[in-house]
């Protein structure tokens, strides 16, 4: 079951920005492949936190202390707009949507609904004091802060859908994390997301829901049998985002 997707930047009004998140989020959950799947450039997917099984999230709620960027958490189900995210290239070397990713490769995660990057740096974290995660820039504002590796365990040479990986931050060397520590109100339930320069179980991450674009045809051979590398998937039934405002923790 293959899906062509053509991406188009979210321009003009925030209630037409917030119309096509919308939109995709209901295309989104259109698609669904049981088959494991390459993770391709290009695509807009959701993390599963392996440990608690939330979603990474961001909105448009700052932190209070700290840098007072964006706020990122986790998100308990699979159903929000807000836990999209697409994955990019970096500046210098950007990758071409449907390319593969390899092991140890550097990319870029932009949260769909603000346009912001998924960032970090050496400011504490709300609840545990570890490092600060948070979304920042925009379409045209980004720097190496927004910068992570993807790791994994194991030999193959490609990320999959079912591969346990682990983001490595490029400045601080620190990994994208998440526990059980819960903020209150305005986001109550939602749990901290940081970064911790050690990797343990907590810092495990898995590609869930998504729209997955086709692996181009000169990459099929490394991600795989090509079958399922032309697969696009999707496992959400995301129907919208939260309720979250512009407010502030």
């Known amino acids: 079951f293959s899906i062509a997707i053509v991406v188009f930047p979210i321009v003009g009004s925030t209630m037409a920005q917030a119309t096509l998140v919308v939109l995709l989020a209901a295309f989104v959950a259109c698609a669904y492949a049981a088959d494991s799947v390459a993770v391709t450039c290009g695509s807009t997917i959701k993390l599963q936190h392996i440990g608690t099984q939330f979603r990474l999230h961001s909105h448009e709620v700052a932190y209070a202390r700290g840098s007072q960027q964006q706020s ?39 949260h769909v609904a ?32 927004d910068i992570w590796s993807v790791e994994w365990e194991g030999k193959h040479r ?12 490029r400045d601080t060397g620190a990994f994208l994390y998440s526990h059980q520590a819960q903020f209150g109100n305005p986001i109550a339930g939602q749990l901290e997301v940081c970064a911790m320069e050690r990797k343990d179980k907590n810092s495990e991450w898995q590609a869930a829901e998504g729209v997955y674009l086709p692996v181009n045809p000169g990459k099929k051979k490394e991600s795989g049998d090509g079958k399922d590398g032309n697969d696009a998937a999707d496992a959400s039934k995301a129907d919208g985002g939260d309720d979250d405002g512009k407010e502030e923790l």
């Open 158 to 169: 490609v990320w999959r859908q079912e591969t346990k990986i682990r983001l490595k931050h």
């Open 114 to 145: 603000t346009r912001k990057w998924l960032h970090s740096h050496r400011f504490q974290s709300p609840l545990s004091g570890n490092l600060e995660v948070s979304a920042f820039g925009s379409e045209s504002q980004t720097d190496g802060g």
């Open 72 to 110: 990122v958490t986790c998100y308990p189900t699979g159903d929000d707009a807000n836990s999209l995210w697409i994955l990019l290239g970096t500046s210098e070397k950007p990758c071409v949507p449907g390319d593969t990713v390899k092991k140890g490769q550097a990319v870029r995660l932009q």
